[in-house]
């Protein structure tokens, strides 16, 4: 009678070649498609497969329209201060916008976020902006949960299809005079759209902005290690945000791991911090687009190929402008003082402390009242002085001091925030953070003076 104990022993034993070469096949089959078929494919093909086929066809990616629009109401429905959201046509597209206090009598303030964000991340800022005027945010084309069409790959086309987009929207909500305010990539478009259209403006709001300054010299640049040198060209070919989409499940994951700090100070007005991890992945895991226009303005690790810092002095002189950075961000506030120096006239330069580069986040108490005296000075018809004596009741009060608990007088705003203490004072004192002055000087002061800083 047959041993079915030594059968099965057997069978093993003459199915393990057979598995051994199947797995040798497969593995040969993978490295060949890796380094032979995929290289022929032409690299904005692969990046449209890996972006939007090959995450579907796995069921890869944990998002939708839907969860993107429920997490949206979850964060409008927190903030007293929108009174209207809706769909905004923009050409053949359409913007989603929120309007806040509209009936509000003060100069109108437009927010523009950066790139990979949407107005959800204006959540610390439109209930304190919006109280003496009406506030307007938007996702940026190819953002959030507005359109998502096609960009050019060139720097120019690109651009503008952003400007006009813009532009397109302030006529339909029927803006005339507004502060145009723009974070990152938003402050970016925000003094491309000034460029073309100044007349609109009252007052343009730089919050630390990309895309200012010129990539380094080869002989300035940091040498990268060899595996990094091989890893950028790879690295570049991609979006932005295709590591996100490839990730898949893992994607909620790892944007858990961005900013934990950021997600606590949102949960101060949402009551739970997971709202603005679940904001932040189902806004970026949807198919690509602007971030598509975000990647044709830039060129070499991210550095813009037309940088703003060349194109500032073009701005009509007429129009005030204030920058404002995060003392702990990555971007270079020098380009803000290099501004300053190459205009003949107003240019602000603010630097708040313990603030990275969500500056309107991390700080948005100390934010709001800045971005409130700005405001207010618009109002008035008057270039931003604030008073000393609020520079020095902000520089003591702790990051997340209720600013009316610091401010108590109107007259307090009458000097800019930035200006020295006392003992400062006489070094400084023919010089003004406000008005035209030596911006070599000043550049070279901020950079040895912390305390200049808030």
Same mark, same amino acid.
């Given at each position: /009678?047959?041993?079915?104990?030594?059968?099965?022993?057997?069978?093993?034993?003459?199915?393990?070649?057979? $598995? #051994?070469?199947?797995?040798?096949?497969?593995?040969? @089959?993978?490295?060949?498609?890796? @380094?032979?078929?995929?290289?022929? *494919?032409?690299?904005?093909?692969?990046?449209?497969? *890996?972006?939007?086929?090959?995450?579907?066809?796995?069921?890869?990616?944990?998002?939708?329209?839907?969860?993107?629009?429920?997490?949206?109401?979850?964060?409008?429905?927190?903030?007293?201060?929108?009174?209207?959201?809706?769909?905004?046509?923009?050409?053949?597209?359409?913007?989603?916008?929120?309007?806040?206090?509209?009936?509000?009598?003060?100069?109108? *303030?437009? /927010?523009?976020?950066?790139?990979?964000?949407?107005?959800?991340?204006?959540?610390?800022?439109?209930?304190?902006?919006?109280?003496?005027?009406?506030? =307007?945010?938007?996702?940026?084309?190819?953002?959030?949960?507005?359109?998502?069409?096609?960009?050019?790959?060139?720097?120019?086309?690109?651009?503008? +299809?952003?400007?006009?987009?813009?532009?397109?929207?302030? !006529?339909?909500?029927?803006?005339?005079?507004?502060?145009?305010?723009?974070?990152?990539?938003?402050?970016?478009?925000?003094?491309?759209?000034?460029?073309?259209?100044?007349?609109?403006? !009252?007052?343009? $709001? /730089?919050?630390?902005?990309?895309?200012?300054?010129?990539?380094?010299?080869?002989?300035?640049?940091?040498?990268?290690?060899?595996?990094?040198?091989?890893?950028?060209?790879?690295?570049?070919?991609?979006?932005?945000?295709?590591?996100?989409?490839? $990730?898949?499940?893992?994607?909620?994951?790892?944007?858990?791991?961005?900013?934990?700090? &950021?997600?606590?100070?949102?949960?101060?007005? &949402?009551?739970?911090?997971?709202?603005?991890?679940?904001? *932040?992945?189902?806004?970026?895991?949807?198919?690509? %687009?602007?971030?598509?226009?975000? !990647? %044709?303005?830039?060129?070499? /690790?991210?550095?813009?190929?037309?940088?703003?810092?060349?194109?500032?002095?073009?701005?009509?002189?007429?129009?005030?402008?204030?920058?404002? =950075?995060?003392?702990?961000?990555?971007?270079?506030?020098?380009?803000?003082?290099?501004? +300053?120096?190459?205009?003949?006239?107003?240019?602000?330069?603010?630097?708040?402390?313990?603030?990275?580069?969500?500056?309107?986040?991390?700080?948005?108490?100390?934010?709001?009242?800045?971005?409130? %005296?700005?405001?207010?000075?618009?109002?008035?018809?008057?270039?931003?002085? &604030?008073?000393?004596?609020?520079?020095?009741?902000?520089?003591?009060?702790?990051?997340?001091?209720?600013?009316?608990?610091? @401010?108590?007088? #109107?007259?307090?705003?009458?000097?800019?925030?930035?200006?020295?203490?006392?003992?400062?004072?006489?070094?400084? +004192?023919?010089?003004?953070?406000?008005?035209?002055?030596?911006? #070599?000087?000043?550049? #070279?002061?901020?950079?040895?003076?912390?305390?200049? %800083?808030?």
């Amino acid at each position: /009678m047959p041993n079915p104990v030594a059968n099965h022993s057997h069978r093993r034993a003459t199915l393990r070649p057979v $598995i #051994e070469q199947n797995v040798w096949e497969t593995l040969f @089959v993978r490295l060949f498609l890796l @380094v032979v078929v995929i290289p022929l *494919i032409p690299m904005n093909m692969l990046t449209y497969i *890996i972006d939007n086929y090959f995450p579907r066809f796995l069921s890869w990616r944990r998002t939708s329209r839907q969860e993107l629009e429920d997490t949206d109401t979850k964060i409008l429905d927190a903030l007293p201060c929108v009174k209207e959201r809706k769909f905004v046509p923009v050409g053949e597209d359409r913007l989603w916008s929120v309007t806040c206090n509209p009936d509000n009598t003060g100069t109108p *303030i437009l /927010m523009v976020h950066g790139m990979g964000g949407g107005l959800g991340l204006w959540t610390m800022n439109l209930d304190a902006l919006s109280k003496n005027r009406p506030v =307007y945010a938007f996702d940026l084309l190819g953002f959030g949960r507005s359109s998502h069409p096609s960009f050019s790959s060139d720097a120019d086309e690109a651009e503008a +299809k952003f400007v006009d987009s813009i532009e397109t929207y302030r !006529k339909e909500m029927n803006l005339d005079k507004f502060i145009l305010l723009g974070h990152s990539l938003g402050g970016f478009l925000c003094a491309s759209y000034c460029l073309r259209y100044p007349e609109h403006v !009252k007052h343009l $709001i /730089m919050v630390d902005p990309w895309g200012m300054d010129t990539r380094p010299s080869e002989g300035t640049r940091r040498e990268l290690p060899l595996l990094f040198k091989f890893l950028l060209p790879l690295f570049y070919a991609f979006n932005p945000l295709s590591m996100l989409r490839a $990730i898949g499940p893992l994607g909620p994951v790892i944007v858990k791991k961005f900013r934990p700090g &950021l997600a606590e100070t949102f949960a101060e007005k &949402l009551g739970d911090p997971s709202i603005f991890h679940e904001y *932040i992945y189902h806004c970026n895991a949807q198919s690509p %687009s602007g971030e598509i226009g975000f !990647k %044709s303005l830039t060129k070499h /690790m991210g550095w813009a190929k037309q940088p703003m810092l060349e194109r500032m002095t073009a701005i009509d002189p007429d129009l005030p402008i204030s920058f404002i =950075y995060g003392a702990q961000s990555w971007v270079d506030r020098n380009s803000g003082w290099k501004v +300053k120096q190459a205009r003949q006239s107003y240019v602000d330069v603010q630097i708040l402390r313990g603030a990275g580069h969500h500056v309107y986040a991390d700080r948005y108490n100390v934010f709001n009242s800045l971005v409130e %005296s700005i405001a207010s000075s618009v109002d008035m018809g008057e270039l931003p002085d &604030l008073d000393r004596r609020l520079v020095k009741r902000i520089h003591a009060a702790p990051s997340t001091a209720n600013f009316n608990s610091v @401010v108590s007088e #109107e007259s307090d705003f009458q000097r800019p925030m930035g200006y020295p203490d006392e003992n400062e004072e006489s070094e400084m +004192k023919a010089e003004s953070d406000s008005g035209e002055g030596d911006g #070599e000087n000043l550049q #070279e002061k901020e950079k040895r003076k912390s305390s200049v %800083s808030l």
